[in-house]
């Protein structure tokens, strides 16, 4: 095997490198996974390194199974593929034979989601918790994975996370307390237990963590910028006798700070490795020369980094294109035709995708698409407008156009203290099947046949009814949606969703999205035929992700993916970058973001920003183009006309 025949300067010198720790800053296409398959294979072949003592940490199953497999095609024997994986799953096995020196059984439960979640559920009943407003259990988990990830600390993580609402942190912290507990008492874990006892087995037994650093003598780590802080303890308590640790991975594509990722493990590694060497591959193969230009322009505004500039293999072609549509249905339109056009030109519908910031930039997009008839797939699975959060809220205005909805009562009701759906169903069959909730004396029936804990939860919202009527708000059905929000929702989704600033982005643009009809039938009638659209054309949800459609996408579910043209949506202030990140952590996330996205496009790029959007009191917000767009030289970017 010819080491350097087979790749270019730069990762010949990375796959090079002499013992000792590595980085390898791999900007986006410049061939991250091909480095690391070769430096496995130049161990084995070069270094006279034992298979089995190199292991190999990352975020997927299939990313290890991949890389292992073509190594092991390239030396022709087979890895140690039995501790090599992803963290979670080298722990359990680490946990496998010494899970006794943590206080558990050798042959612990793994809780799955469900599993755990009906722990947490009778830890909070056992305790008496105030069921009016305590978060559901997969809040929890969540908050409790994400604080043991960042090794924080649980009551500041606790006293933000539901600053607003009238959650008890108190009990929060007597639910955890018995959470784990119990797990100890029936010898199970749960997912993060795995990181957590793996690094309190390996920081506290010496014995044990001699034995590992002795057994592995490479570590070698996949995408480690998206590492938190105990996945980097105990990467380095794996290689603190010998050192022997190389790093891949980009800063600039570090993008889920939000769930725990701290991207100071991969600038701060110099630090924590004194004597490292830094190897950076900066050849991409993956997109033409202007589309690179756009991407090193963008990113070079983040100040912390390591600068480094992406350089093309490929021919010059196309410059990418600006776009600035008169407002969203426009901008639908013109990814619609334009997508059209290319396909004519031979890209096939599957290599197009369409991407944004906030699954909300999609709404007139996905509309526009049923009614075209024209296939599409969601990454995420889900459509804007089959969410939970949206259906929820659109009950209220079902039940105001329809009283014999009973799918929309009790759906409602559901959400409400106590009201499962037998006690739902048993409350609408008392009003005969149909519940007029324009009239006060409704909801005086009703509050008395609901269970006591509800009876509150159910005054909040009942003047939204009422003023259906008296305000004439069947004109206005974002002035519902937004009240419903104030009075109960917002609440609701802060204790029912671990996510729940993205969603309630989502409900704001929804608000807005409605002054496009004149009534909330309209509204109503708009978003059932489409759905019934989707059906009819084949957009399922459980469609294979390879038929002749085109994707569309957050950002952040398109990471590692590339495509022939994509399409950017709503790239104007407050929108991309988002808003809310801005205020809470600055704009260099969503920097990074927007480079993610660019840097998914091989051969055509498509940055849309739209010009007006109507707001829900009727009038017209004009939209700023993003600060994104502002840093990039006028020269790198060609108008796209027709479309204003």
């Not at 156009?401 to 008392?430: C, H, M, W, Y």
């Not at 804990?453 to 259906?468: G, H, N, V």
């Not at 600055?586 to 790029?605: C, H, K, N, S």
């Amino acid at each position: 095997m010819n080491f350097k025949e087979e790749l270019n300067e730069e990762q010949y010198a990375a796959v090079t490198a002499p013992d000792g720790a590595s980085l390898v800053v791999a900007a986006a296409g410049t061939g991250k996974t091909r480095t690391l398959i070769y430096r496995l294979a130049y161990l084995v072949t070069q270094r006279n390194v034992q298979p089995w003592e190199v292991l190999l940490l990352t975020f997927t199953n299939k990313a290890a199974k991949e890389m292992l497999t073509r190594a092991e095609e390239l030396v022709q024997r087979k890895f140690n593929s039995g501790y090599s994986g992803t963290f979670h799953s080298f722990a359990n096995r680490l946990l496998r034979s010494h899970a006794d020196t943590v206080g558990f059984g050798r042959d612990f439960t793994i809780l799955d989601a469900e599993d755990a979640k009906k722990l947490m559920r009778a830890c909070a009943d056992e305790i008496g918790v105030d069921k009016k407003h305590f978060p559901k259990p997969e809040v929890l988990l969540s908050l409790f994975g994400v604080v043991s990830g960042r090794l924080g600390d649980l009551t500041a993580a606790i006293d933000e996370q539901f600053e607003y609402s009238e959650v008890d942190a108190d009990e929060v912290i007597k639910v955890h307390n018995a959470y784990q507990q119990r797990k100890k008492e029936s010898n199970s874990m749960d997912f993060d237990d795995l990181l957590i006892y793996a690094r309190k087995l390996l920081l506290e037994n010496e014995r044990i963590r001699n034995f590992y650093q002795e057994e592995f003598k490479y570590v070698l780590v996949d995408e480690y910028q998206d590492t938190n802080a105990i996945q980097a303890e105990l990467v380095h308590l794996l290689v603190k006798t010998h050192g022997n640790l190389m790093v891949v991975g980009d800063d600039f594509q570090s993008i889920y700070s939000w769930r725990g990722a701290d991207f100071r493990n991969f600038l701060d590694f110099e630090r924590h490795y004194p004597g490292a060497r830094t190897f950076k591959l900066q050849i991409n193969y993956r997109s033409t020369p202007e589309i690179l230009d756009v991407a090193n322009e963008v990113i070079a505004g983040n100040p912390e980094q390591f600068q480094k500039e992406l350089k093309a293999v490929r021919e010059s072609d196309v410059l990418p294109s600006l776009i600035k549509p008169r407002d969203g249905s426009v901008q639908a339109r013109f990814v619609i035709e334009k997508a059209k056009e290319l396909n004519r030109k031979g890209i096939p519908l599957s290599e197009i995708c369409v991407l944004y910031r906030s699954h909300f930039h999609a709404m007139e997009l996905q509309m526009e698409l049923a009614r075209e008839q024209m296939p599409y797939i969601v990454t995420s699975g889900v459509r804007f407008f089959e969410q939970a959060h949206i259906k929820d809220v659109c009950t209220v205005l079902k039940l105001l156009v329809n009283p014999s909805d009973e799918l929309a009562f009790t759906r409602l009701v559901q959400l409400f203290p106590k009201v499962g759906a037998k006690t739902a169903q048993k409350i609408f069959r008392k009003f005969n099947g149909r519940i007029n909730l324009q009239h006060p004396e409704t909801h005086d029936d009703l509050i008395k046949a609901l269970p006591a804990t509800a009876r509150d939860e159910w005054s909040k919202i009942k003047d939204i009814f009422l003023a259906y009527k008296e305000e004439n708000l069947s004109t206005d059905p974002g002035e519902i949606i937004f009240r419903f929000n104030k009075a109960f929702y917002k609440e609701y989704m802060v204790e029912n969703f671990d996510n729940h600033k993205f969603r309630q982005e989502d409900l704001d643009g929804l608000i807005d999205f409605t002054v496009k009809f004149e009534t909330t039938e309209a509204f109503l009638s708009e978003i059932a035929l489409l759905t019934n659209l989707d059906a009819e054309s084949g957009n399922a949800p459980t469609e294979e992700i390879d038929t002749e459609s085109i994707r569309l996408s957050t950002v952040h579910q398109a990471k590692g993916l590339e495509w022939k043209a994509v399409f950017i949506l709503f790239v104007n202030e407050e929108m991309f970058p988002s808003r809310k990140s801005v205020e809470e952590n600055g704009d260099a996330e969503e920097r990074r973001l927007f480079y993610v996205a660019i840097t998914r496009a091989e051969d055509r790029l498509f940055i849309c920003a739209p010009m007006v959007r109507r707001q829900r009191d009727g009038g017209m917000i004009f939209l700023d183009p993003s600060r994104f767009i502002a840093e990039i030289p006028e020269e790198l970017l060609q108008a796209e006309g027709g479309f204003y």
